[in-house]
């Protein structure tokens, strides 16, 4: 299955490793790692598929193939576009700040010198650290988009009418991550996955 999607989106067949069934991204490696959404699967920079192992024997085989298209298309050919946003609003701000942070501690090294070691690295280690988290927080809602054309341009290939009904099946099971996802998209949390809700209604504008 995936293979063929593959071929279809002119990705290297050589590029998929591994299909697994996994709840976790690490978990193959001993734990730790990404949650992975009820309705999603990732593609892992290594060619590893994961697949929700809450969700095996849920869907049928067929039915993979819109959630494994998408991924596909938005790891391999959409994320590397947001690459150029990343840096912008995230390596670059950053980097400057701990240059700047770096040139200060250089003049005032007279007075830092005063200061026992721990609490000095701290104070210097927060203003770079917000610029991050403040970088991150912004760049969250340009993954989200891309996932969400990810799946507008998967419906080329398995046909919008059918990852409707697999999207709608997957609401219907009652997935605790996925109803905890539309509340709190609901609240106006930001998360990289859009909603199923969000999905749905993305689908179907068809934009």
Excluded: H
């Amino acid at each position: 299955m995936a293979v063929g999607l593959c071929l279809l989106l002119d990705l290297p067949v050589f590029y998929l490793k591994t299909l697994t069934w996994s709840d976790r991204t690490g978990s193959m490696r001993g734990g730790g790692g990404r949650i992975v959404p009820s309705d999603q699967c990732l593609v892992l920079p290594s060619g590893d598929i994961i697949l929700p192992k809450r969700m095996k024997e849920r869907l049928l085989v067929d039915e993979w193939k819109p959630l494994i298209a998408s991924s596909l298309i938005y790891e391999k050919k959409l994320l590397p576009k947001l690459r150029g946003k990343a840096v912008k609003l995230i390596i670059v701000p950053t980097a400057a700040l701990t240059a700047i942070v770096g040139v200060f501690l250089a003049l005032t090294r007279s007075f830092w010198v005063t200061i026992p070691f721990p609490v000095g690295l701290l104070v210097l280690a927060i203003p770079p650290s917000i610029v991050l988290f403040l970088g991150l927080d912004l760049f969250t809602p340009y993954e989200k988009n891309a996932r969400l054309q990810a799946d507008i341009e998967a419906t080329r290939l398995v046909g919008r009418s059918f990852f409707l009904e697999v999207l709608r099946k997957i609401d219907s099971l009652g997935m605790k991550d996925v109803e905890e996802r539309k509340t709190k998209m609901a609240e106006g949390s930001s998360s990289e996955f859009p909603s199923l809700t969000e999905r749905v209604q993305n689908l179907l504008a068809g934009t």
